[in-house]
């Protein structure tokens, strides 16, 4: 049986890292971030609990329009989207449980959580065609607000992480959905 558990724990940080690690490349969530997830009132997770092991997390924060567009640098995208606004930061379901529904699982229990006058957006990695939240932005009726070419580019390139698709050079963009 699997169960969503709301706030991530400190025991959880470390199985939290080595799930982002096979999702995102080696280094790209670190153990401040989820440090900071934990112990912030900015942050909101929840956790996926399988006979006691976590196999997949949800974090969301709260933003503003004004951050969006301080992210994406463009005001004709954002000029509708409105408040209370929330961000769905990261989806991770371990691969042996993925299309099964939970990540649904996930996202409909933070929706829930929130007031329903509430909007949200989601900042996807776009590699080829390939949108890795596509099929959870349709089932959510996220619409697409944007695409932006090589959003990742700078962050990629400094190496901090081992993206899982980086080659000789950044190949994601960014689509930026919202609700």
Known sequence: MVRVVQNISEEDI???INLSNQNFGDGY???EYFKEVKDSEKYYSWK???A???IGFLVVYKTSPYE??????DIEVVKN?????YCIDTIVVKTTFKRKGFGKQLINRAINSFEKSSHYVMYAWQHG??????????CFQFNKLLFYKGYWEEECMKG???CPAKKDSCVCSMVLYYR
């Open 129 to 138: 065609e390939k949108i890795n939240i596509q099929r959870i932005a349709k």
């Open 68 to 73: 969006v567009e301080e992210k994406i640098k």
């Open 160 to 162: 901090d992480f081992r």
């Open 29 to 31: 969530l670190t153990f």
């Open 52 to 54: 006691n092991e976590v």
């Open 48 to 50: 996926l609990v399988s």
């Open 14 to 16: 470390f199985n939290l």
């Open 81 to 85: 989207i409105m408040s209370p606004l």
